[in-house]
């Protein structure tokens, strides 16, 4: 069982950054690929980014790529989320999700079908 938590989220302007942070819980983070998602006001969840259990291999959806970087550290059981340059439009609710994928260091997911999933942070973007 994996408990993620995340944390970060909060009130910025356009233009602005924030880092969401995610910690999780075990002792076999490394053996994860995590994601991140989104949910805003009368939308579906959305995928935003994914990282390999080995950090080596990243992937963005197409509307944040180029402002929002993913990252891991192993040693800290945490991923993050550095976003830059925001958006009104990226106003949501983002959760973090890992999924268990033994022997597998390179791989990445886009799709929903994590195993654990967070609580969700607030992130508001004010235009």
């Known amino acids: 069982q994996v408990q993620l938590v995340e944390s970060g989220g909060g009130l910025v302007q356009a233009g602005g950054s924030l880092r969401l942070s995610c910690a999780a819980s075990?002792?076999?983070?490394?053996?994860?690929?995590m994601g991140w998602f989104r949910q805003a006001p009368g939308k579906e969840r959305e995928f935003v980014s994914s990282i390999s259990s080995n950090g080596g291999n990243t992937f963005y959806t197409t509307s944040v790529k180029g402002r929002f970087t993913i990252s891991r550290d192993n040693a800290k059981n945490t991923v993050y989320l550095q976003m830059n340059s925001l958006k009104p439009e990226d106003t949501a609710v983002y959760y973090c999700?890992?999924?268990?994928?033994?022997?597998?260091?390179?791989?990445?997911?886009?799709?929903?079908?994590?195993?654990?999933w967070g609580q969700g942070t607030q992130v508001t973007v004010s235009s």
């Open positions: 075990g002792r076999t983070f490394s053996s994860y690929v």
């Open positions: 999700a890992a999924k268990r994928v033994p022997g597998l260091d390179s791989v990445i997911y886009i799709h929903p079908s994590y195993d654990y």
